[in-house]
Structure formats: structure tokens, C-alpha cells
T-cell receptor
């Protein structure tokens, strides 16, 4: 089955800096890669996703890149703010999301003012 | 995106008892899933709730321990049976909408403590 590795497990940055979280996946059939943000005590919220027919997607301060050959994808957050502090999970699935998601172990991002 | 609610939001239960968690979606969805998230951990898929048929369980999860129902396209239940303290966790449902290239959205979770 699919295996998703996520790094780093924790990331501390100063407000205004950029943050990068990286994930690798094992199943070359995977073609859908969402990112979720989970604040303490809250549900995971989808923040951005990418499908294998594109290499990069951007939404304001958030971007995701995908390298299918290397089987890795990354989340980039620019101009970080304290409210970006949360746990971020990457995930992968086949069939454009119409199948089960395999999650990475999560990255705790702490943005200090 | 669909709006997903869960009941109860939290509960404290005695070992050996069972708890049924409800998940309600405000619109018809194609697929519903149940996850477990232990404190400080990632999300682990328990099963896919299939409408009108038996759920599809992931490795390590069995129907006798986690019976699931999905009587229609907007509602599902997960029962945690014969609970032990190791079952203390957050249980989340998620749903996949009917739109093309839809994605999974999560309910608020049920925080379960077993004493």
C-alpha cells in the first residue's frame, strides 16, 4: 500500500519567514495530493491540493509543488504569520481523491512574533 | 463543500461499554470515511462506509470492534464496542462530495475518553 513520509516533524520560524514542508510517497499510481491544516482541538481543514497533471499550484501565500519523477511534493508558506501556527498534514491517494487518503505523520509549525 | 456534523462531540465512557458516534452531512455525498486520531498523532483510516452494504475496513480494524452503518447518502454511524482505555482517541468522519474532483472534508471529531 501507499506510504507517505513527511519532514520535518516540527518547524519553528520567525514571523515573516518562509516555511517549507516536504513529503514523499511510494505508490507511483498516486495522483492526488492534498494538504490539511489542523489547529489545536479543531478538525483538519483542506488548505490546498494538487493533482498529478500540474507541477505547481499557488493560493496567495501558500503554494504546493509536485515532482512526480522523484515522488515528492512540498508545501511552501511565505510571509508566515502567527496564525499559521498549526499541525500540517500531507496526504496522497489514487483516483483523484475518490479513494482512501494516506496521511503523513504531520508537521507542527510554530511561527513566533 | 459539504457541512459535516458529529454527535457526540465528546464523551467519557467506562471500559466494556459501547459508544455510537453519528455523522451527518448536509448534502448527498459519494463516500464517507471514519478515521481515528490518537493524541499528537496523524489520522488513521478505520474504514470506508459504503451506502447500503458492509463497510470496507483497513488492516488492523475489524467489524466486530468498529461496526459501521450507512443507511443513506448523508448519514453514517461508527460504534466503538467493548471499549478499553486504548480506544481513547478522537474519531473523525469525512465525506467526499458528488462534484467532479471533489475532496475529503472532515467533521469536527468526537473526543472519547475510556476509563
Amino acid at each position: 500500500g501507499e506510504n507517505v513520509e513527511q519532514h520535518p516533524s516540527t518547524l519553528s520560524v520567525q514571523e515573516g519567514d518562509s516555511a517549507v514542508i516536504k513529503c514523499t510517497y511510494s505508490d507511483s499510481a498516486s495522483n492526488y495530493f492534498p494538504w490539511y491544516k489542523q489547529e489545536l482541538g479543531k478538525r483538519p481543514q483542506l488548505i490546498i491540493d494538487i493533482r498529478s497533471n500540474v507541477g505547481e499550484k499557488k493560493d496567495q501565500r501558500i503554494a504546493v509543488t509536485l515532482n512526480k519523477t522523484a515522488k515528492h511534493f512540498s508545501l511552501h508558506i511565505t510571509e508566515t504569520q502567527p496564525e499559521d501556527s498549526a499541525v500540517y498534514f500531507c496526504a496522497a491517494s489514487i483516483n483523484s481523491g475518490y479513494s482512501t487518503l494516506t496521511f503523513g505523520k504531520g508537521t507542527m509549525l510554530l511561527v513566533s512574533p | 463543500s459539504a457541512v459535516i456534523s458529529q454527535k457526540p462531540s465528546r464523551d467519557i465512557c467506562q471500559r466494556g461499554t459501547s459508544l455510537t458516534i453519528q455523522c451527518q452531512v448536509d448534502s448527498q455525498v459519494t463516500m464517507m470515511f471514519w478515521y481515528r486520531q490518537q493524541p499528537g498523532q496523524s489520522l488513521t483510516l478505520i474504514a470506508t462506509a459504503n451506502q447500503g452494504s458492509e463497510a470496507t475496513y483497513e488492516s488492523g480494524f475489524v467489524i466486530d470492534k468498529f461496526p459501521i452503518s450507512r443507511p443513506n447518502l448523508t448519514f453514517s454511524t461508527l460504534t466503538v464496542s467493548n471499549m478499553s482505555p486504548e480506544d481513547s482517541s478522537i474519531y473523525l468522519c469525512s465525506a467526499l462530495g458528488l462534484a467532479v474532483q471533489e475532496t475529503q472534508y472532515f467533521g469536527p471529531g468526537t473526543r472519547l475518553l475510556v476509563l
